[in-house]
């Protein structure tokens, strides 16, 4: 995304990436050591103001023009850090059927129910518990609905195979 020239309109305008600078690297090693250093500087903070260890979900941009790096947002991760060490749970997919749709999955648990595509966030209100959530991206103005979906299926993501097996849209 970059700044969109003056008269548009637009705040930001998003431009395609050549499918090239996709597969490589955006960040180098040194780069990748000030991120964990002010990961670690973050959640120091945080955690001296909470007084107990307080994990982060933090966010970073860097300037395609200037190289800068920034963190551009800081909050308490909810997931990880609210699991039982004690307990492991595994998973299985009882049956096997041909992936409408092949992705990539954050999670690792199985979701079924009734397909509902929302284009937009305007289309939010015609979401129903325990529908399986299918849109281009997330963000936070999401967040009911996620709360109430029994899986989500996005364009964007970073984690192994996730699969969806039927559709009922």
């Known amino acids: 995304m970059v700044y969109a020239k003056a008269g548009r309109g637009e705040a930001t305008q998003t431009i395609p990436v050549p499918q090239e600078d996709r597969e490589r690297f955006c960040l180098t090693d040194d780069e990748i050591l000030q991120l964990a250093r002010w990961t670690a ?3 120091d903070h945080y955690s001296a103001q909470a007084g107990y260890f307080k994990p982060m979900d933090i966010e970073w941009g860097k300037d ?3 190289g800068n790096l920034f963190i551009l947002q800081a909050r308490p991760e909810t997931v990880q850090s609210q699991k039982d060490v004690n307990v492991l749970e595994n998973y299985v ?3 096997s ?3 409408l749709v092949t992705g990539t999955s954050v999670g690792a648990k199985i979701g079924a129910g009734p397909v509902n ?3 937009s966030v305007d289309e939010i209100k015609n979401f129903k518990k325990g529908e399986v959530l299918v849109t281009e991206m997330t963000d936070p103005d999401w967040e009911p609905v996620m709360k109430i979906a029994a899986a989500i299926v996005t364009n ?3 984690a192994p195979a996730m699969r969806l097996l ?3 849209s």
């Open 166 to 168: 039927s559709a009922a």
């Open 41 to 43: 500087i973050i959640e």
């Open 117 to 119: 595509v929302i284009k």
């Open 64 to 66: 395609g023009r200037t």
């Open 93 to 95: 997919l009882l049956e």
């Open 97 to 99: 059927k041909e992936p």
């Open 156 to 158: 964007k993501g970073a």
